[in-house]
Nanobody, 128 residues
Framework: QLQLVESGGGLVQPGGSLRLSCEAS????????VGWFRQAPGKEREGIAC?????????NYVDSLVGRFTISREYGKNTVFLQMDKLKPEDTAVYYC????????????????????WGQGTQVTVSS
């Protein structure tokens, strides 16, 4: 069965850090661009970071998170990470990873319509 599973969420204090993981089973995630998305209460799901499939590791970030969030992967491997630093209460959300609908995309998009396979999400709560 094809699966994407996020892990690493939890409760963290403002200014703290968290590292999320997205691991695939049933397919080779290294063949696909991958995006991280989040959905806060009362808000639409938004793309925050993505990374292409190729050796170039091309990335895109939503402007407001550049410098605090970092997406990464090892070339050809089955796990993608999201390092989150200097967390703020407004970062509280359910975080999802997703796979691009088409294999072989060396660049990536933050548009959620580009992604057709999603994990179940992991809760991140930033509070003192």
């Amino acid at each position: 069965q094809l699966q994407l599973v996020e892990s690493g969420g939890g409760l963290v204090q403002p200014g703290g850090s968290l590292r999320l993981s997205c691991e695939a089973s049933g397919f080779s995630l290294g063949s696909y661009a991958v995006g991280w998305f989040r959905q806060a209460p009362g808000k639409e799901r938004e793309g925050i970071a993505c990374i292409g499939h190729g050796a170039g590791m091309m990335t895109n970030y939503v402007d407001s998170l550049v410098g605090r969030f970092t997406i990464s992967r090892e070339y050809g491997k089955n796990t993608v990470f999201l390092q989150m630093d200097k967390l703020k209460p407004e970062d509280t959300a359910v975080y999802y990873c997703a796979r691009d609908w088409r294999a072989g995309s060396e660049n990536c998009s933050l548009w959620k319509g580009r992604y057709n396979f999603w994990g179940q999400g992991t809760q991140v709560t930033v509070s003192s």
